[in-house]
């Protein structure tokens, strides 16, 4: 079975602050996916990192795919209130496999 | 584009009631998921339906059922309810192939069940 291990659980930070969450497995995945959940909604995708290596951005959100494939930060400068959420990160095992594996999230507050 | 759409958005049972919880998405997707999401078990899928047409287990099955209707629409059944089904359910969808299975999802439907 494989497992994505997220951390830190929880982040409470002040609005301005840079932070980082990681997601780690001892797996290989094909493909690494973030989503952000809000209080009373679903998730909704971020960004997929797909090569060993690959930095993505968007806007304030730099995502990073291990080399290996097996693990994946998130960074955020200068957090702002609007960030605040549930962060997933969801890795594709490899072709066939219609599932994803999900790691139980990070609680992030962005205090104003 | 409407998304992903869940129904109903609330609901209690009590023990012993069934219910339908419904989902349809207007993406032209070929997959769509059933998730239960818990607090501190993060999101564990229920069933899945790959394409029109089929259904599979995932990792939590026990209790429900449920069918592929047509390409966009996907129920789950719980027969029986438990309180141990006390959740929030989301119905998500996707284009299997490319190799990512990048998942749409709905709002949720917040389930009780006493």
């Known amino acids: 079975t494989q497992l994505l291990e997220q951390s830190p659980q929880f982040l409470s930070i002040q609005e301005g602050e840079n932070l980082t969450v990681y997601c780690n497995s001892s797996s290989v995945f094909s493909s690494l996916q973030w989503y952000r959940q809000e209080p009373g909604e679903g998730p909704v995708l971020l960004v997929t990192v797909v090569t060993g290596g690959e930095v993505k951005k968007l806007k304030r959100l730099t995502f990073q795919f291990g080399d290996a494939r097996k693990d994946s930060s998130l960074h955020i400068t200068a957090a702002q209130p609007g960030d605040t959420g549930l962060y997933l990160c969801a890795g594709a095992p490899g072709a066939g496999s219609y599932q994803l594996t999900f790691g139980k999230g990070t609680k992030l507050s962005v205090i104003p | 584009n409407a998304g992903v759409t869940q129904t109903p958005k609330f609901q209690v049972l009590k023990t012993g009631q069934s219910m339908t919880l419904q989902c349809a998405q207007d993406m032209n997707h070929n997959s769509m998921y059933w998730y239960r999401q818990d607090p501190g078990m993060g999101l564990r899928l229920i069933y899945y339906s790959a394409s029109e047409g089929t259904t599979d287990k995932g990792e939590v099955p026990n209790g429900y059922n449920v069918s592929r209707l047509n390409k966009r629409e996907f129920s789950l059944r719980l027969e029986s309810a438990a309180p141990s089904q006390t959740s929030v359910y989301f119905c998500?969808?996707?284009?299997w192939g490319t190799g990512y299975n990048e998942q749409f999802f709905g709002p949720g439907t917040r389930l009780t069940v006493l």
């Open positions: 998500a969808s996707s284009i």
